[in-house]
Nanobody, 116 residues
Framework: QVQLVESGGGLVQPGGSLRLSCAAS????????MRWFRQAPGKERELVAP????????NYADSVKGRFTISRDNAKNTVYLQMNSLKPEDTAVYYC?????????WGQGTQVTVSS
C-alpha cells in the first residue's frame, strides 16, 4: 500500500537546524512531484516547498526562502527538507505530499518545535 513516512522532527533551539526525511513506498515515486507542507496550531496548512519529479525545479514560501532547501533522491524514494536558521514561527507539524495529476498522497506528519 501507499506509504509516506516522515522523520527527523523534534525540538530545536532558535537558530538551529533540522533535516526532515520522507520515505515513500507503494507507488512510482519518480513520476510524482513532492511537496512539504506545514500546519501550526490554529492555522491553515501551508505549502512550504515543492519539487518536481526530476528534482530540477524547486520553489519556496517567502517565509522560508533562503533558510530551507528541498531535495529528493529518486533512487532511495525519499524527499528531504533541510531547515536552517530555524525560528519559533517555524513550529508546526510538517507533512510530505506526493502529487501527480489528480492523485495526492499524504504522510502522517512530524512535529517540529523551535523553542529555547
Amino acid at each position: 500500500q501507499v506509504q509516506l513516512v516522515e522523520s527527523g522532527g523534534g525540538l530545536v533551539q532558535p537558530g538551529g537546524s533540522l533535516r526532515l526525511s520522507c520515505a515513500a513506498s507503494g507507488f512510482t515515486f519518480s513520476i510524482y512531484a513532492m511537496r512539504w507542507f506545514r500546519q501550526a496550531p490554529g492555522k491553515e496548512r501551508e505549502l512550504v516547498a515543492p519539487i518536481t519529479s526530476t528534482g530540477n525545479s524547486t520553489n519556496y514560501a517567502d517565509s522560508v526562502k533562503g533558510r530551507f532547501t528541498i531535495s529528493r533522491d529518486n533512487a532511495k524514494n525519499t524527499v528531504y527538507l533541510q531547515m536552517n536558521s530555524l525560528k519559533p514561527e517555524d513550529t508546526a507539524v510538517y507533512y510530505c505530499n506526493a502529487w501527480h495529476r489528480l492523485v495526492n498522497y499524504w504522510g502522517q506528519g512530524t512535529q517540529v518545535t523551535v523553542s529555547s
